[in-house]
């Protein structure tokens, strides 16, 4: 039989977390923010649930071909614009829209003779120095974008640097910047990600981008998706390969790091780095089995996490486990790993198969009963 170590993905969530992010910005559009293979939740399985969503974002034009290679025809921007002016053709062929970040893509569209996309935003730094065009430009590049052929719609976008924190000065500085930088220009705004959605209402304009809110993931650090009312969009599950006993006073896995005081039941769970899960865990970091929160032991190896079964008297081989998702919030674990849930969902490897949970409204419809897709 094939190795259980599966990603179930739950489109249902991520439609009820869209609604969510409405619900925090009535006023505005949504992008979904979909890079990364939908944070790692994958196009094909998340896409179709995301089909109220206003438009799009990606970062980059092999991630854009692949929505349009699902047959998807929404409107896509291109986050971080492109780079060589080859790209540019193919920007056009897909249908995208474009970020422009940088004086020499705004010189680059221009040489490029016609207006690539059917709308452009212009991208400006207010304050967290990564992209982004510098404020004092903006009205001047900005004219030279809607003097191009067609006279395309220019909007106006920023990023900030630490929106997750809510009496956070920088933000309020970045917003105050932003609007002087456009002040007068027309075009639509769009400022907020996930953390400034939930955090800053200043910063919610004709648009927001919401990414990891869509994934039932919260971006506040101390808060759970599910305090905010979000689904989680991903259970990762394995299963027990062994239940072993380990005397006391003996150590566990690799480096002897754990050492069993008493004598423990321990769990061999079909789960390692090699998988995505995180080596960086500490001992003591949560696992799901059944109803029964069990608790690592020992370091986690390529395909193996090692968990102390004591107050799961009934666990027995092949026993389905829970790394993360319904029941256990990725954000813990993500604590435990020293890292941001973000990570821990978008770099789950090849080995990890995935397999979407029915739509609730198909079942519900009778007619549009679609097999569970069992792909990689
Ligand atoms: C990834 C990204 C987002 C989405 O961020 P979340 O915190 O996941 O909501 C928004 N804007 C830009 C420019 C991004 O790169």
Redesign the pocket.
């Known amino acids: 039989m094939a190795r259980n170590t599966l990603a179930r993905i739950d489109p249902d969530a991520v439609a009820h977390n869209l609604e969510i992010v409405r619900r925090h910005a009535p006023d505005s559009r949504v992008m979904a ?1 979909v ?1 990364a293979d939908a ?1 790692g939740h994958r196009l094909d399985l998340v896409l179709p649930a995301l089909r109220e969503a206003d438009m799009l ?1 990606v ?1 980059t034009i092999d991630e854009a071909r692949a929505i349009r290679r699902l047959g998807n025809r929404q409107a896509v921007l291109l ?1 971080e614009g492109v780079l060589d002016p080859s790209d540019l053709a193919i920007v056009e062929s897909l249908g995208l829209e474009l970020t422009l970040h940088h004086p020499d893509q705004v010189a680059m569209v221009e040489r490029y003779g016609r207006t690539p996309a059917p709308r452009l935003w212009l991208k400006v730094d207010s304050g967290m120095h990564r992209l982004g065009v510098e404020p004092h430009r903006a009205a001047e590049l900005h004219e030279r974008l809607r003097a191009l052929p067609g006279a395309p719609q220019v909007n106006l976008v920023s ?1 900030f640097a630490s929106a997750e924190d809510a009496d956070d000065g920088l933000v309020q500085r970045q917003i105050a910047r932003f609007d002087k930088a456009v002040q007068g220009l027309d075009g639509e705004h769009c400022l907020a ?3 400034a959605i939930l955090n800053h209402p200043a910063a919610r304009r004709d648009w927001v ?5 869509l994934y039932g993931i919260s ?1 506040l650090v101390g808060r759970t998706g599910a305090e905010l009312g979000l689904e989680p969009a991903m259970t990762l599950e394995a299963e027990l390969m062994a239940v072993n006993r380990v005397p006391a006073g003996d150590s566990i896995g690799y480096g002897a790091r754990f050492t069993a005081e008493r004598e423990l039941r321990v769990g061999v769970v079909s789960i390692g780095y090699g998988d995505g899960y995180p080596r960086s865990v500490v001992d003591g970091t949560p696992v799901r089995v059944g109803d029964c929160v069990c608790r690592v032991v020992g370091r986690v190896s390529m395909d193996m996490v090692t968990i102390d079964l004591a107050g799961c008297p009934e666990a027995c081989t092949g026993e389905s486990v829970v790394l993360w998702g319904r029941g256990l919030p990725v954000e813990t674990v993500a604590e435990c790993a020293d890292t941001i849930p ?1 990570e821990l969902v978008c770099r789950l490897t090849r080995r990890v198969r995935y397999r979407a949970l029915r739509s609730r409204a198909a079942a519900e419809d009778g007619a549009a009963i679609r097999p569970i897709s069992l792909v990689r």
């Open positions: 923010v890079k944070y974002a970062a986050l990023h990600n996930s953390a981008r919401a990414g990891i809110l971006p973000y």
